[in-house]
């Protein structure tokens, strides 16, 4: 798998990434899956990503995103850590934050901006999780929620007309 990562990302990050083109992007890295192009942002957590914020960083990286690939993705690099007051615990960023501040921001990414968000806590994670976003998309299938609901008895053994009718029921067209 070849990832595209900007050239403004830390050498040590394009270095996890064996198989990797380095380009000039306004976000820090794209596939190029089945399915239609992946943008993806990386944000240290907390210093980047709170201090992407007020500059206006993040959002011109959403925009970049939006124009250039049918699929957004913000990866949250890191782990939070709250103080016993509730607010981020590191970096000067943190200090207005509070953990419904963050999860209200989580919101807004999924919800109104329509990016999905990736929780990598470590550099092995980050790798892993752009190579399963990579799987992923390219999988023609995605059927793991269209499993049918068990036979429902008021035996509990089911009769025959129970597993007749059942059988029945999935078939495409009759229900």
Not at 88 to 113: F, H, S
Not at 125 to 136: C, K, N, P, T
Not at 138 to 148: A, P, T, V
Request: charged letters at 30%; glycine letters at 8%; one cysteine or more.
């Amino acid at each position: 798998m070849t990832v595209l990562v900007t050239t403004n990302e830390p050498l040590s990050i394009r270095k996890l990434f064996e198989d990797r083109i380095e380009v000039p992007m306004n976000y820090d890295f794209r596939l190029y899956t089945e399915p239609g192009t992946v943008g993806l942002e990386r944000k240290k957590i907390p210093g980047d990503l709170f201090s992407s914020i007020p500059d206006g960083r993040l959002n011109k990286e959403i925009i970049a995103m939006r124009e250039e690939c049918q699929f957004q993705v913000i990866l949250l690099h890191g782990i939070f850590k709250y103080r016993k007051d509730g607010t981020v615990a590191t970096g000067k960023w943190g200090r207005k934050w509070t953990k419904k501040g963050v999860r209200n921001l989580i919101r807004t990414l999924e919800l109104i901006e329509g990016c999905y968000v990736e929780y990598p806590k470590n550099n092995w994670e980050l790798v892993e999780v752009v190579d399963e976003l990579q799987e992923y998309f390219d999988k023609r299938l995605h059927l793991s929620l269209k499993g049918r609901p068990g036979i429902k008895s008021d035996w509990v053994v089911p009769t025959r007309a129970e597993k007749v009718m059942h059988f029945y029921g999935g078939l495409p067209g009759i229900a």
